[in-house]
T-cell receptor, first 113, second 114 residues
Framework: KQEVTQIPAALSVPEGENLVLNCSFTDSAIYNLQWFRQDPGKGLTSLLLIQSSQREQTSGRLNASLDKSSGRSTLYIAASQPGDSATYLCAVRPDQAGTALIFGKGTTLSVSS | EPEVTQTPSHQVTQMGQEVILRCVPISNHLYFYWYRQILGQKVEFLVSFYNNEISEKSEIFDDQFSVERPDGSNFTLKIRSTKLEDSAMYFC????????????FGSGTRLTVV
């Protein structure tokens, strides 16, 4: 059964710092992986989606990498800002036929000014 | 930017009562989903819906749950006889393709069963 783990559970950094969030999954046979952002009391916003054949995706200050064989993904945030404060969730889709996303518990990021 | 709209934002119900959570997916999306998040826990998949039928469901989605697309715009989740453990945030989502691109979540309905 696929399990998704995110480390650390919480992270506090000063503004301007570059940071890395980690996601690991137990079964390397995935179809794709997504990173989401969740603000308190709000829904989830998709940040980046990486297909299993891809190594990384970039959007602005965000870069997500995928190492399927080792069951790991990282989300790199460059030059962090207070507005980046949120919970970041990693989710894997196990296979093409299935539609369910399996989520990690998330990393809660706090960026201080 | 197109949004997935969920109503109500918060619902309180008595144990044993039926509740219907409503969602309006993005108009050109074809796949619809319900997820839930119990406070402090992971977001969990409940069900996916495509072409007017359930395409996948989790173990959580037992006989007390049902989904329906009653018209061309709404997508509903019904919980027949609520239990205390059904208290959670319920998220509706939609995507334009099975690939997952354009996967958009609503802001959620917080269901409190008392």
């Amino acid at each position: 059964k696929q399990e998704v783990t995110q480390i650390p559970a919480a992270l506090s950094v000063p503004e301007g710092e570059n940071l890395v969030l980690n996601c690991s999954f137990t079964d390397s046979a995935i179809y794709n992986l997504q990173w989401f952002r969740q603000d308190p009391g709000k829904g989830l916003t998709s940040l980046l989606l990486i297909q299993s054949s891809q190594r990384e995706q970039t959007s602005g200050r965000l870069n997500a990498s995928l190492d399927k064989s080792s069951g790991r993904s990282t989300l790199y945030i460059a030059a962090s800002q207070p507005g980046d404060s949120a919970t970041y969730l990693c989710a894997v889709r196990p296979d093409q036929a299935g539609t369910a996303l399996i989520f990690g518990k998330g990393t809660t990021l706090s960026v201080s000014s | 930017e197109p949004e997935v709209t969920q109503t109500p934002s918060h619902q309180v119900t008595q144990m044993g009562q039926e509740v219907i959570l409503r969602c309006v997916p993005i108009s050109n999306h074809l796949y619809f989903y319900w997820y839930r998040q119990i406070l402090g826990q992971k977001v969990e998949f409940l069900v996916s819906f495509y072409n007017n039928e359930i395409s996948e469901k989790s173990e959580i989605f037992d006989d007390q749950f049902s989904v329906e697309r009653p018209d061309g715009s709404n997508f509903t989740l019904k919980i027949r006889s609520t239990k205390l453990e059904d208290s959670a945030m319920y998220f509706c989502a939609s995507s334009e393709a099975l690939s997952g691109y354009g996967y958009t979540f609503g802001s959620g309905t917080r269901l409190t069963v008392v």
